[in-house]
Nanobody, 130 residues
Framework: VQLVESGGGLVQAGGSLRLACAAS????????VGWFRQVPGRAREGVAC????????YYSDSAEGRFTISSDNAKTTVYLQLNSLNAGDTARYYC????????????????????????WGEGTLVTVSS
């Protein structure tokens, strides 16, 4: 299982970016997915998570209304649309996947427990200039 993120970069405050997470060698059919971010010295934060079977989502308070998580129909790529970016969004953004649980956890479960994720990409850096 390999996850490859792309789409990060430098953007001005108020701007937008679209991050992509490509699944290599598998599809997200049996996995639930999340986008997390981290800045040095701070804990990893779940910003958006997706249950791929029913497309239910969860967003952190900081992401609600500005970020959108989605997947393509083939479930090979998951996206994170970032709008109205501000300097506080500067971080390395990671895509992560968790094997579907028998407990059918909601999307919020994964975003609040990054250690529940089984696989991680290497991340893509988002820098927002003010």
């Amino acid at each position: 299982v390999q996850l490859v993120e792309s789409g990060g970069g430098l953007v001005q405050a108020g701007g937008s970016l679209r991050l992509a997470c490509a699944a290599s060698g598998f599809t997200f059919d049996d996995y639930d997915v999340g986008w997390f971010r981290q800045v040095p010295g701070r804990a990893r934060e779940g910003v958006a998570c997706l249950i791929t079977s029913d497309r239910s989502t969860y967003y952190s308070d900081s992401a609600e209304g500005r970020f959108t998580i989605s997947s393509d129909n083939a479930k090979t790529t998951v996206y994170l649309q970032l709008n109205s970016l501000n300097a506080g969004d500067t971080a390395r953004y990671y895509c992560a996947a968790a094997r579907r649980s028998v407990e059918d956890y909601p999307a919020s479960y994964y975003c609040k427990r990054y250690k529940a994720m089984d696989y991680w990409g290497e991340g893509t850096l988002v820098t927002v200039s003010s």
